[in-house]
């Protein structure tokens, strides 16, 4: 006898906790907020939600459109080409710069052509152009 009243009043509290469960409200506020809740709020529309029906995909599956693969594939192949492109660019400026810290390093008496004439470095921009340089490599090329 026992059981059959546990039976009872579980089976009641099963089939009212399932039909509270089907009963969803959607709502946007002012502010653009959307908000989910079992009440509806007062002096506002809101849309039912029905959970226990499952939502219909919108999306389109790849097999439904064969070319999207196709389509990925070339725009991948794009931007590998220009990511190889980009990076012989760096390896080629990189070299550049070692090459030139390499001479302002080992010569004391580097020049530069201003306005058609040469002239030496002095050591204070010798020095500026080294510190320059480093930075440069250690933010392009490391």
């Known amino acids: 006898m026992r059981w059959m009243t546990l039976a009872t009043a579980l089976a009641l509290a099963v089939?009212?906790?399932?039909?509270?469960?089907a009963q969803i409200y959607?709502?946007?506020?002012?502010?653009?907020?959307?908000h989910f809740d079992a009440q509806p709020p007062a002096g506002q529309s809101a849309q039912e939600?029905?959970?226990q029906k499952p939502v219909a995909p919108t999306a389109v599956t790849p097999a439904a459109r064969p070319d999207a693969?196709?389509?990925?594939?070339?725009?991948?192949?794009?931007v590998k080409k220009q990511v190889a492109a980009e990076e012989a660019r760096?390896?080629?400026?990189?070299?550049?710069q070692r090459t030139n810290l390499a001479q302002l390093q080992n010569n004391p008496r580097v020049r530069e052509e201003v306005n058609g004439e040469y002239r030496r470095f002095t050591e204070e921009?010798?020095?500026?152009?080294?510190?320059?340089?480093?930075?440069s490599i250690d933010d392009t090329c490391n």
């Open 49 to 51: 939600i029905d959970i």
């Open 26 to 34: 959607k709502w946007v506020d002012a502010q653009g907020v959307t």
């Open 125 to 135: 921009e010798r020095q500026a152009r080294i510190a320059e340089i480093r930075k």
């Open 15 to 21: 089939g009212t906790a399932t039909g509270q469960a």
């Open 90 to 96: 760096r390896k080629e400026y990189c070299d550049r």
């Open 69 to 78: 693969d196709q389509e990925q594939q070339a725009i991948d192949a794009k």
